[in-house]
C-alpha cells in the first residue's frame, strides 16, 4: 500500500510537469528512479489491459496499475500517454536488498560449521583428559599428530605431561613395591628363627613382633595399591565389631574398646576399612583416653576424651601434617583415612563436644540396603 501511494504522488509531479512542459521530464525521472516505456513496448503492455477504458476517460489522468512485471504508473495528457515503471527489475527491487542480509547469515553459518569443526577435536581431548584422571592411560594421541594448529599443540602438551606422570607413577610404584619385597625377606627370616627359640616365652615374643612387621608390610602395600587405584573395592556385608578386633589386632591393643550397636552390619569393603578403623582407634589411644565408638544414623563415630585439635580437620587431611600436641607417627594417619573413604563413597568428619573429640565416619548404607 505505501509503495502504491508513493508511486501515485511520483506520478502526479510526472504528469505536473509534463503538462507544463511539454515534453517528458527525463531529469526528473532519473531522480525519481523511474524509466519510461518505449512506445512499442508500452503499447503491447496496454493491449491487454482491461481496465484502459475506464482510465481513457478524462482529461488528465493519474493510475497506479499491476501488470506481471510489477507496479505501473499510467500517465495521461489528453490523447498522450506515458507509462512509467521503477528502474530495474521486480526481482532486483524486492529481493536485491536482501542479498547482504542472506550473505551475511550465510557467511555466520560457514564459520560458525568451520569453529566446530575446529573445536571438535577438544570433545576428544576432554575424554581423553577424564579418562586419564579416572586413571586409565591416554589412548588417542596417534588422532593428534599430525595437527599443527593450536588444538594440536595443546594436544601434544597433554600428551607429553601424561607419559611423565605415567612414569613417575611406575617409579614410585617400583620403589615402594622393591621396598616392601626386601623389607618383607628378613621379616620372614626372622620368623622362622623364632620358631627354632629354645626358650618358649622368647619365641612367643619374637614371633608376635615378627607378626606384627608382617601385618604392617602388608598393610603398606594395601596403601599403596589403594593409592594407585589399583585395588578394586569388594562391598559386602561387614560387622562392626569384627573390624574393632581387626584394628585391635593389628594394633596389640588388649584392653576391650566399647562399641555401642556393635552387631550393626554395614557394606564396606573389610580389607580397606580395617586399615581406616586401625589408625582413627590408633589417634584415640595415641592422644586421648576413655575411647568408645558408637553407631549412630549410619555414621561411626569414634570418641575419647584429650585436647582438640590444632588446626582444622583439612590440614590434618594433607599429607605430613601434624599438629603440637599430635607430634608422633609421620602425619599419614588421617591422610590415609581420607584417601580409602572417598574410594569408597564415604566422608570424614570432626567435631568437638565438651572434653571429646569425634571423628565421624559415613554414612554408611545398612546391609540390604540398595
Not at 65 to 88: K, T, W
Request: with cysteine; aromatic share 8%.
Amino acid at each position: 500500500m505505501q509503495e502504491r501511494l508513493q508511486l501515485r504522488m511520483q506520478g502526479k509531479l510526472v504528469l505536473h510537469e509534463w503538462h507544463r512542459s511539454g515534453r517528458i521530464p527525463k531529469e526528473m525521472l532519473e531522480m525519481m528512479g523511474l524509466e519510461a516505456f518505449p512506445s512499442k513496448e508500452r503499447e503491447k503492455s496496454l493491449a491487454g489491459l482491461q481496465a484502459l477504458p475506464r482510465l481513457q476517460k478524462g482529461p488528465r489522468r493519474v493510475a497506479v496499475i499491476r501488470s506481471r512485471r510489477g507496479a505501473l504508473i499510467y500517465l495521461r495528457d489528453g490523447n498522450r500517454v506515458l507509462l512509467l515503471r521503477p528502474e530495474g527489475t521486480l526481482w532486483a527491487r524486492r529481493w536485491l536488498p536482501m542479498v547482504p542480509v542472506a550473505g551475511f547469515l550465510a557467511m555466520l553459518t560457514i564459520l560458525y560449521l568451520l569453529l566446530r569443526r575446529a573445536l571438535l577435536p577438544l570433545r576428544a581431548l576432554e575424554r581423553e583428559i577424564q579418562e586419564f584422571g579416572e586413571g586409565r592411560a591416554p589412548r588417542g594421541e596417534a588422532a593428534f599428530a599430525s595437527r599443527r594448529d593450536e588444538v594440536g599443540r595443546l594436544a601434544r602438551t597433554f600428551y607429553d605431561s601424561a607419559h611423565k606422570v605415567r612414569r613417575l607413577q611406575e617409579s614410585r610404584q617400583l620403589f615402594l613395591r622393591n621396598v616392601l619385597h626386601e623389607l618383607n625377606t628378613p621379616v620372614t627370616k626372622g620368623r622362622l628363627l623364632a620358631e627354632i627359640s629354645e626358650d618358649p616365652e622368647t619365641r612367643r615374643m619374637l614371633h608376635s613382633i615378627f607378626e606384627r612387621l608382617s601385618l604392617l608390610l602388608e598393610e603398606m602395600a594395601q596403601i599403596e595399591r589403594i593409592s594407585a587405584a589399583e585395588e578394586s573395592l569388594a562391598l559386602r556385608p561387614v560387622r562392626i565389631v569384627d573390624l574393632v578386633d581387626q584394628a585391635r589386632d593389628r594394633l596389640w591393643i588388649e584392653e576391650e574398646i566399647p562399641v555401642e550397636g556393635g552387631g550393626a552390619v554395614v557394606l564396606a569393603d573389610f580389607a580397606s576399612l580395617a586399615i581406616v578403623f586401625k589408625n582413627l582407634i590408633d589417634n584415640g589411644v595415641k592422644y586421648g583416653k576413655d575411647l568408645k565408638i558408637r553407631i549412630r544414623e549410619g555414621w561411626i563415630e569414634f570418641c575419647s576424651r584429650g585436647p582438640g585439635l590444632d588446626h582444622p580437620l583439612e590440614w590434618y587431611a594433607r599429607p605430613y601434617s601434624r599438629g603440637e600436641a599430635r607430634a608422633k607417627g609421620f602425619g599419614l594417619g588421617l591422610y590415609i583415612v581420607r584417601e580409602i573413604l572417598e574410594r569408597q563413597g564415604l566422608e570424614l568428619s570432626y567435631r568437638r563436644e565438651g572434653e571429646e573429640n569425634i571423628f565421624a565416619v559415613g554414612p554408611f548404607r545398612a546391609a540390604g540396603q540398595k
